[in-house]
């Protein structure tokens, strides 16, 4: 998956990182599904605290959006988000929060 990519370019200080997320929000948004916006929304904002550690606040915006985005997804298919994803926002919302 293209979003662990990024998230690997990240972890070795690639700014290309973010050019992989937008190509991968840009293949969601183009396909119509919008399954996996929050994991890659959830990515971002992993890389963006990489790569910006002195821009937290876009981080934790970016980690909102991600939280929003899969509430969103629950209501529109009347099923829950998976609790590994669900979970895993949630702690990194958390984490900002401090």
Excluded: K
């Excluded at 070795?12 to 599904?33: N, P």
């Excluded at 991600?66 to 298919?77: D, F, H, K, P, W």
């Amino acid at each position: 998956m293209r979003s662990i990519r990024a998230e690997a370019q990240a972890a070795t200080g690639t700014v290309q990182a973010f050019e992989a997320i937008a190509e991968c929000l840009s293949l969601v948004g183009r396909s119509g599904t919008h399954g996996g916006s929050a994991e890659i929304q959830h990515r971002e904002g992993i890389i963006m605290r990489h790569l910006r550690p002195d821009d937290m606040a876009a981080a934790e915006a970016t980690f909102r959006r991600a939280l929003t985005t899969a509430r969103s997804q629950e209501v529109r298919s009347g099923s829950s988000v998976p609790h590994a994803t669900w979970s895993g926002l949630s702690a990194l919302h958390d984490e900002l929060r401090v």
